[in-house]
């Protein structure tokens, strides 16, 4: 499979490709050749247990998903302006999912185009302009999504942030403005939401109306974070009586990855009046949607504008989707994120009591974070740890990573089809990288020692010739030796 | 293949897609359930003559191009923060195609998400906010191209126009503002240019700079347009001079389509900034990219903001635009589409002798416009002809569209495996159905008086009763009465 050698593929991608576009473990980056369910294999055939690829929602090269896309593939792919049977039938799967108010599909390419026709809809339906997004929130790589992702437009070189975008606080019990240490878990969602109301009471104070109000239901790139059972339906109230409507972000939590439910907003008591889906939509293939309710959609009609997107709902990306849906009920993925889930959370917080740089353990199904900080009290966060850990894990060919504000939580968001088994695995080797960063005091140390070594870090020049795995051996000996 | 029957399909489709979403053929669409080269089958199992899936690029269902995205996509479907082969085999591939300083790609999955991209590079690398982009263009159907996309921001129902955005007219020298029987070709080319000139002065002006000049190097949505030879030479020099940079939109135009030139810029004396390319590249699979120059890439770069695309230059989406690369080289499809080009444009323009309701025909490789007048002198545009061709060639089993601000032209651009066979079918029916509309004073009545028999027009609702073609036989009867 391989067509070149790992060094000219690094060497072509430097010259050819966006430099923007960064590589998991940029100083040693994995060429990854193939994979099969909740494994990768590199170009030397050594496996790497996946813990990062929600896209590969049911399994890496699924052969129920791979087999409908070949076949589709082979027959017809052509836009939607014709009537093909694949995008209904994937449509009443949706449907079916989902409230009743939620009733009108739109395909798109991607989460991103899907939350930007969301947002677009809201504009047309309100008639207003200024959205409220939470701070740290990531919602796609477009123009208008960065103007409202916290996450991208807040960077040092980011664009900053626009008239019409508003950051409420991020609703994390955790670290976030209000704590679960001060406060009851429902205080903090009364809190945070009524940061929410002053938002909308200022937009009115302006004479304006909301457009809308966006967010996922669990957040990811803010950190895994779950926010409190009461927040969504108070925050849906105010952005409503404001004039605004409400758009779930299902694009990473959707398609039953927290196990209970289809769509994680279903966790909480709320309708949104747009739902985006997107990722593991398409187990990897491009399909994305957007549903909305009958009143919003025919807002857009009245425009007289026609909604032509070329690849959007073409019968490959539907067959496919339909294949992801049928395999999450065939092989009852919903129910396995759940009892798998359950038992990563309760084998991260049985690991929370071992080690104290753990501060904090939250999830629900396949979507779990462990948020390491420096102290528990402080709550401050440990980046440091978190890189460590990421590269440690790599190294016992285990792909986590660290995401949220400070970088310092480890998420985990694996193919459905992870196992128990998978999980012991990850939690036995998590605990052996945990007890090397025990003494917080000696982690500075033995990474400079680490950096310091000329074959410790391989370049990206000089990697391709590195003996395998060169780094593992050596933070092993550098441990031996404190 | 069929999994429901017509009906049920429309019916489904009706209650369950967004209703903005629009159907060729609203009263009597067709249900497409297989495709092969240039020929598409409908649920009955007839075959249309497909003129216009420029998407299908190298034909329906091609069988290397399939064969490329199944074995990839049982393989490997992984994001691109991982080294994989392919996307550095089609990053060389495409940079081989272009001008030197064209050599660093962005892989996206739609043109849409293209020509965003292409946007927010010109922005990052100018500071500059001002675009000009031309009259009846379209550039996609994100937020931040309808502001820019004149077809689109301009209808009754649009968004009207933003202040950064400039509109340029269409350098249409058959029925623009500047036309071929009051200049010569090289007049008009001069003066579209000047009005981007004065655009570029009264920015200047406010104190401001230009930030992008963006525009399709023959326009299609504008009405299969040609710009006359020096006019982008000229345009690109006062673009640049204002501080902004210039943007080929090789969406629909790109990979060959024109016969001579892999790009259709290349057809004129320029070097653009930024390339996008999009709906041909993946054969209907969602696959894109920006080309740009180091610089720009670097001012992109400097900002520290990671661009990550979720699906964009995945295995299977570059496995699949590389089979594309290699069946356009292996079947010679650009020598293919200049020889069965000419012999189009050649039959067009005997027709075009025959026809007074042809006013113009133009075009180059498999890229040709018939422009419909209601008489040559006054070039007076004649949608309602257009309606009437469209319509019957559809009767007739060829799929034809028509385009253009006045919505008639009619146009040709037909996967590329089209034949001279192919040609003659389609003149020797368009010949048969001009010379049904030739005494232009019964083209109302005969339509009206089709639209006044209940079974003319089937609706959606009844449709699927119909008996085969009814409309067609109801027409001929119409005609010999006539």
């Known amino acids: 499979?391989?067509?070149?050698?790992?060094?000219?593929?690094?060497?072509?991608?430097?010259?050819?490709?966006?430099?923007?576009?960064?590589?998991?473990?940029?100083?040693?980056?994995?060429?990854?050749?193939?994979?099969?369910?909740?494994?990768?294999?590199?170009?030397?055939?050594?496996?790497?247990?996946?813990?990062?690829?929600?896209?590969?929602?049911?399994?890496?090269?699924?052969?129920?998903?791979?087999?409908?896309?070949?076949?589709?593939?082979?027959?017809?792919?052509?836009n939607n302006r014709f009537?093909?049977?694949?995008?209904?039938?994937?449509?009443?799967?949706?449907?079916?999912?989902?409230?009743?108010?939620?009733?009108?599909?739109?395909?798109?390419?991607?989460?991103?185009?899907?939350?930007?026709?969301?947002?677009?809809?809201?504009?047309?339906?309100?008639?207003?302009t200024d959205v409220i997004a939470l701070e740290h929130a990531y919602h796609g790589h477009l123009t208008s999504l960065i103007d409202i992702s916290h996450y991208k437009f807040n960077l040092p070189g980011g664009v900053g942030q626009k008239d019409h975008v508003h950051v409420a606080p991020c609703p994390d019990s955790y670290r976030g403005k209000y704590r679960d240490n001060q406060h009851s878990l429902d205080e903090t969602g009364y809190l945070y939401s009524e940061d929410v109301r002053k938002i909308c009471d200022e937009i009115k104070k302006k004479g304006k109306g909301v457009c809308a109000f966006i967010a996922e239901s669990f957040l990811s790139c803010g950190g895994q974070v779950i926010p409190?059972?009461?927040?969504?339906?108070?925050?849906?109230?105010?952005?409503?009586?404001?004039?605004?409507?409400?758009?779930?972000?299902?694009?990473?939590v959707g398609f039953g990855r927290i196990g209970r439910h289809w769509w994680t907003f279903q966790h909480y008591n709320i309708q949104p009046d747009i739902v985006t889906m997107g990722k593991p939509m398409g187990n990897g293939h491009p399909v994305a949607c957007v549903v909305t309710t009958r009143e919003i959609a025919n807002s857009f009609r009245r425009t007289g504008v026609e909604y032509f997107n070329t690849y959007g709902g073409n019968p490959v990306s539907c067959a496919i989707a339909n294949a992801v849906f049928d395999t999450i009920e065939r092989e009852n993925l919903r129910e396995r994120a759940l009892v798998v889930g359950e038992h990563l959370l309760d084998s991260c917080q049985m690991l929370a009591k071992k080690h104290k740089c753990i501060g904090d353990v939250r999830g629900?199904?396949?979507?779990?974070?462990?948020?390491?900080?420096?102290?528990?009290?402080?709550?401050?966060?440990?980046?440091?740890?978190?890189?460590?850990?990421?590269?440690?894990?790599?190294?016992?060919?285990?792909?986590?990573?660290?995401?949220?504000?400070?970088?310092?939580?480890?998420?985990?968001?694996?193919?459905?089809?992870?196992?128990?088994?998978?999980?012991?695995?990850?939690?036995?080797?998590?605990?052996?990288?945990?007890?090397?960063?025990?003494?917080?005091?000696?982690?500075?140390?033995?990474?400079?020692?680490?950096?310091?070594?000329?074959?410790?870090?391989?370049?990206?020049?000089?990697?391709?010739?590195?003996?395998?795995?060169?780094?593992?051996?050596?933070?092993?000996?550098?441990?031996?030796?404190?």
């Open 1 to 78: 499979m391989e067509q070149m050698p790992k060094s000219k593929t690094i060497a072509l991608r430097q010259k050819l490709i966006g430099p923007s576009c960064q590589l998991f473990f940029k100083k040693d980056p994995l060429k990854i050749v193939r994979a099969k369910a909740q494994y990768m294999y590199d170009e030397r055939g050594d496996a790497y247990l996946d813990c990062i690829n929600n896209v590969a929602h049911v399994g890496h090269s699924n052969p129920a998903v791979v087999k409908a896309g070949s076949e589709q593939m082979a027959v017809l792919n052509t």
């Open 83 to 128: 009537l093909h049977d694949e995008i209904v039938i994937c449509a009443e799967k949706i449907i079916n999912t989902l409230p009743e108010n939620l009733e009108v599909c739109f395909f798109v390419n991607s989460g991103s185009e899907a939350n930007d026709l969301a947002l677009r809809l809201a504009q047309i339906h309100t008639g207003n």
């Open 228 to 252: 409190p059972k009461n927040y969504f339906e108070n925050v849906y109230q105010h952005v409503r009586e404001a004039g605004g409507i409400c758009i779930a972000d299902e694009v990473q």
């Open 364 to 482: 629900c199904g396949l979507f779990v974070g462990i948020d390491l900080v420096e102290d528990p009290i402080s709550r401050k966060a440990n980046k440091k740890c978190a890189e460590y850990v990421v590269q440690r894990m790599r190294e016992e060919h285990i792909l986590v990573s660290a995401d949220g504000p400070e970088c310092n939580v480890i998420k985990f968001k694996p193919p459905m089809v992870f196992t128990k088994e998978n999980v012991d695995e990850v939690i036995l080797t998590l605990d052996r990288v945990l007890k090397e960063v025990r003494h917080q005091e000696h982690l500075d140390a033995k990474i400079k020692s680490i950096q310091n070594q000329p074959q410790g870090v391989p370049t990206v020049e000089t990697h391709a010739t590195k003996e395998h795995r060169p780094r593992r051996a050596l933070i092993e000996e550098t441990i031996k030796s404190i």
